[in-house]
């Protein structure tokens, strides 16, 4: 059954956006799991994809990371909400990449803010009864001219405080920063920009393309595993 959007989020704020109602895929699934994040994870220009071909049949996955969102839009519009009112067994949280946007004001958040906004992540899910998982997001595929790996201006600062919060509550940490950085730096920049979609001519550094996808996401199924032991058997 799919669920229609509640009317205010778990603090009483109002939403901002009318959203289209969701629904789990697979009636005698042994695990549901939701993916709260944006463009990054998202099925379309991220990891997600990869990240479900990882996953066996007995898991009901579903991505509600929507593109543009940080983690302050992601509440504002009613999106945690909904993930909240869908009951997952568990949810994997990321964001930084849009928080640390300060020119655009209607996603970004100072770091201050983030902190507090990743502390009601865990406390609201917790409350409803649903396992959180706290990620760092994938780095930008940006080389300097030495070779090494340019994040997004900022990002790293959030990346920092999604894991003291993950360590300060006892969160499972999904450290995608790290880990891709590690990886596209040890396979180098042509290698990597074979991962990364080109629009209009240029290398969009901050997505994936499907070849990504499917690279990144076997790396996002292997961090869930160190993190959530308990989840190793439901992947491939």
């Known amino acids: 059954m799919a669920l229609a959007q509640t009317a205010a989020n778990p603090d009483g704020t ?27 994870v998202q099925e379309s220009s991220g990891w997600g ?12 996955l579903l991505n509600l990371a929507v593109g543009g969102r940080s983690s302050r ?12 009112s869908l009951k997952p067994d568990y949810v994997l949280v990321g964001f930084s990449h849009n928080d640390a946007s300060k020119n655009k004001p209607e996603v970004y958040v100072t770091p201050d803010d983030f902190r507090v906004r990743i502390d ?3 406390d609201e899910a917790r409350a ?4 959180i998982v706290l ?3 994938i780095t930008s595929k940006r080389f300097d001219k030495d070779g090494k790996i340019e994040n997004l201006a900022g990002a790293e600062i959030y990346d920092g405080i999604t894991r003291e919060e993950a ?70």
């Not at 300060?168 to 995608?176: F, N, S, T, Y």
């Open 49 to 60: 994809n990869g990240f479900a071909a990882c996953l066996t049949p007995d898991v009901d």
């Open 120 to 122: 009601q992540f865990v």
């Open 167 to 236: 360590k300060a509550k006892h969160v499972p940490l999904m450290d995608m920063a790290a880990v891709s950085t590690a990886y596209f730096m040890s396979i180098g920049v042509d290698k990597t920009n074979a991962l990364t979609p080109v629009h209009n001519g240029k290398l969009d550094a901050a997505h994936l393309n499907a070849e990504g996808s499917v690279v990144v996401g076997k790396m996002a199924a292997e961090e869930l595993k160190k993190a959530v032991p308990e989840l190793a058997q439901y992947v491939k």
């Open 14 to 40: 109002p939403h901002t956006a009318k959203l289209d109602a969701k629904s789990w895929s697979k009636k005698n699934a042994k695990v549901k799991i939701a993916l709260a994040s944006d463009s990054t």
């Open 73 to 84: 839009s992601y509440r504002e519009e009613g999106r945690w909400a909904q993930v909240l």
């Open 135 to 137: 990620m760092t997001q």
């Open 128 to 131: 409803a009864g649903i396992k």
